[in-house]
């Protein structure tokens, strides 16, 4: 940067200012870059406003913070420069309230960009120009957000107080004259639960400890430790049995759970508070009580003492009903929208917190009181424009919270779903604002579970309704909006709904989970990627339809939804991207759930399309023996592998796969894969060439020599059995194609092998087809000619001669 003197003419100085516009501009993939230019002008504050600079320097950072929206500090600056703008400036462009919201929602667990979010929020509702769009644009319950995020933050606590003061002030009073500072209201929440194993990346790679070995100490002990019994212990531990198992057996979230339908819709289907986050937030409410200490606490209070300091920071009883009941009456006392923002963002976050929580305010009738302020007439008919846009935060935050309700529990879900839940979301799902599309859409993949067919009319979910709202937001291009939209299509596909739908219906549903599957992979966002997994491998593996659901996610490989959409990617293509991501250095608990959705996915895949290529294949193999990856994962990959493999009619290949290094050993060798895939893979080799021994070229020799010596010597009896198979492999050197077997008995077996169609993934040779004479193409020449594109470079040749 150039520094002005105070003698140079202004204008040098505005020329400077250009200067440094144009470099953002050029350079804007280069961060370093920006984060000095933001640096720069985060000092200028209104000089910009001013001086006619606002709307471009604007411009520049909308596409700025898009571009680097995985960088908090280029985030924060942006915020701090937008709240410098100043309010008159926020007058003019609404965007920008509405920047840094998002900005404070993409990195909701950085505590630094949470505190200069709420400052810039809160020097820009200190005047009456932009209060209207902090009101309007959701301000409350992201500040809410924001403080529950980070409770134990005493400055973002403190900014957060005085800018709700300005928002909502009649429910903010009401709220601590209830329950008291908000610090010891708010239970603590844990942003690194879900990323237990990257602690352990440096030890896996230390090469004087046996890398296996420790994984399965840290699966065994540090994962899933044993626990004491409650039942056992004659301590009492409440009536909370479903949160004494949560916290006693099934220890942290796991890729394997999350890979499940009923862990993806416990902890996969995140609400608006982490949503946007790389970072999976987690309740310590429930860690955090203690047998010990609420005796300590009963036994000080019958002697007269003062146990408040021993509680941890939570709600009481007395509060949650303290605080429906001002819901509930909110409207009678003509309460605002900001102020029925507050106590359902309040309401919404403690049901979020704890399932025992989300009981009592369900008993004390939040519930009800949320549904009320949905259907409340002041808030939906005969209002302006400015002020109906009040309400929308309102209406999110009321579908939030009871979203977070249904969350915790099924019987919960069903008692929302007789207060008319249904209707409400998909009365939602159609709205203006797409954050309340997106809150509705939550709300229904919820309900779907517990809308069964025997219910009264009034609780049934119109199917045709629902069915059309899944399938455009599917194609929504917000990708929040396509993930909320995947998990209600999860919940179709599990709840039976393709069964009595529509051939044309079902296909229009696999077109476009195959669309949000394609952009899931161009963003690499493995939690948008997660529920599309699920929903694909479950229609993959449906067999009440007759295979027609699969049969139509096979068909609909990369069509174009639209005329102007490029072709997606071929499905093994798109589930195989996963694998890696799942054992990763650093990998978080949606990135290995994704891996072992997909490999689940896989192995379906090839009871139709046998054998994958190569190239995914080789994967599974790499990714399956990893030492990051998961038990879960371990196994998807190894059955997806072995059931292909049985299939694969090319020894060459094969011969490729063996020796194919899965990672370096102690001693920086390679490594191959586990001994008995190994012989899983010798025997179908030697079958393939028991049928036809010419096959035994010198590359698929070459391949299985130096494979050899590689070997895995943890069980004797399988390395003596491959090296055996291996044996009698070279034993085939040089005998002409077919030799071995009379004339008689050679169609005979390879009948009997299932070998009939030996080339049948070899790719067609124009040289060997004159013009006009090529057979007709077979149901299956895509997928041969995939694969055989996948092989690695001489095998094809090799076959061939």
């Not at 509702?125 to 319950?141: I, Y």
């Not at 933050?153 to 903010?172: F, H, N, S, T, Y």
């Not at 998909?426 to 993949?445: E, K, N, P």
């Amino acid at each position: 940067a150039v520094i002005l003197g105070k003698n140079v003419p202004e204008v040098w100085t505005f020329k400077g200012l250009e200067r440094v516009l144009i470099n953002m501009r050029l350079f804007g993939e280069d961060a370093a870059i920006q984060v000095e230019c933001l640096t720069l002008l985060s000092t200028l504050g209104e000089v910009l406003f001013n001086n006619g600079m606002a709307g471009e320097v604007f411009q520049i950072l909308e596409v700025l913070m898009r571009r680097h929206s995985v960088r908090a500090d280029i985030l924060a600056k942006g915020v701090l420069i937008i709240a410098r703008l100043g309010p008159s400036f926020l007058q003019h462009e609404h965007r920008g309230v509405f920047t840094i919201i998002q900005a404070m929602g993409r990195h909701r667990s950085d505590v630094e960009l949470q505190r200069v979010g709420t400052r810039a929020l809160l020097s820009l509702a200190r005047e009456e120009k932009a209060l209207h769009q902090c009101k309007a644009g959701g301000s409350v319950a992201a500040t809410m957000l924001a403080m529950s995020g980070h409770s134990q933050d005493e400055q973002v606590l403190r900014e957060g107080a005085r800018l709700l003061e300005k928002l909502c002030p009649r429910a903010l009073a009401k709220v601590i004259h209830l329950c008291g500072d908000l610090g010891t209201v708010l239970p603590p929440v844990s942003w690194n639960e879900y990323t237990h194993g990257s602690a352990w990346e440096p030890v896996l790679q230390d090469s004087e400890w046996n890398a296996q070995l420790l994984k399965n100490f840290r699966e065994d002990v540090v994962v899933n430790p044993r626990r004491r019994n409650p039942s056992s212990s004659g301590v009492g531990f409440g009536d909370d049995d479903d949160e004494v198992e949560a916290a006693a057996g099934d220890g942290p979230m796991t890729g394997g759970r999350l890979a499940t339908t009923k862990g993806y819709r416990k902890a996969g289907l995140r609400e608006e508070f982490d949503a946007s986050d790389t970072n999976w937030a987690t309740s310590s409410l429930v860690k955090s009580r203690s047998e010990t200490r609420d005796r300590d606490i009963r036994a000080l209070e019958s002697a007269g003492g003062n146990s408040e300091k021993l509680r941890p920071a939570g709600p009481t009883s007395e509060h949650l009903r303290k605080l429906c009941e001002a819901l509930s009456g909110g409207l009678s006392q003509q309460f605002g929208a900001q102020d029925g923002e507050l106590l359902a963002s309040t309401i919404g976050h403690f049901c979020w917190c704890s399932a025992s929580t989300a009981r009592e305010i369900v008993n004390f009738g939040g519930a009800s009181g949320l549904v009320a302020w949905l259907r409340a007439p002041r808030f939906k008919t005969g209002r302006s424009p400015e002020e109906s846009e009040l309400a929308h935060p309102m209406q999110r935050a009321c579908l939030g919270a009871l979203s977070s309700l249904c969350q915790q529990d099924e019987a919960l879900a069903g008692q929302v779903l007789t207060l008319g839940g249904a209707q409400l979301a998909l009365d939602f799902a159609s709205h203006i604002d797409q954050r309340v599309q997106r809150a509705a859409m939550r709300l229904l993949s919820r309900l779907i579970p517990v809308a069964k067919q025997d219910k009264p009319a009034s609780e049934k979910i119109p199917r045709e309704q629902a069915w059309s709202f899944v399938i455009r937001e599917l194609r929504d291009s917000d990708e929040l909006s396509r993930t909320c939209a995947a998990a209600a299509a999860l919940e179709i596909v599990e709840d039976g709904w393709i069964l009595s739908e529509e051939g044309n219906q079902v296909e229009e549903l696999a077109v476009n989970l195959l669309y949000a599957l394609n952009r899931a992979v161009d963003c690499g966002n493995a939690g948008a990627g997660l529920p599309l997994l699920l929903a694909i491998g479950r229609m993959l593996t449906e067999a009440e339809d007759e295979g027609k659901a699969a049969k139509s996610l096979l068909s609909s490989q990369g069509q174009r939804g639209q005329p102007n959409e490029k072709r997606g990617q071929s499905l093994v293509q798109l589930l195989a991207f996963w694998l890696p991501k799942g054992v990763a250095t650093g990998a978080m608990a949606a990135d290995k759930g994704a891996a072992i959705a997909a490999a689940v996915a896989m192995q379906s895949l090839s009871e139709f399309e046998a054998p994958l290529p190569f190239r995914e294949m080789r994967e599974l193999m790499v990714c399956g023996q990893s030492t990051r990856a998961e038990p879960a994962l371990r196994e998807a990959c190894r059955d997806a592998l072995l059931l292909s493999v049985n299939c694969e009619n090319q020894p060459q290949q094969l011969a490729y796969l063996f020796a194919t290094s899965v990672g370096k050993g102690p001693g920086g060798e390679d490594r191959l894969a586990d001994i008995k895939i190994l012989r899983s893979i010798a025997d179908r080799i030697l079958q393939l060439l028991r049928a036809a021994q010419g096959q035994a070229t010198d590359s698929l020799l070459a391949a299985l020599d130096k494979a050899e010596h590689l070997l895995p010597r943890e069980s004797q009896d399988d390395h003596a059995a491959v090296v055996s198979l291996l044996a009698e492999a070279r034993s085939f050197r040089g005998v002409a194609l077919n030799a071995a077997l009379p004339e008689d008995d050679e169609e005979e077996a390879i009948s009997e092998d299932g070998l009939a169609d030996l080339n049948a993934t070899l790719p067609l040779l124009s040289s060997t087809l004159e013009a006009g004479s090529r057979p007709p193409e077979s149901p299956l020449a895509g997928a041969q000619a995939l694969h055989a594109k996948s092989s690695p470079a001489g095998l094809i040749a090799a076959a061939s001669r």
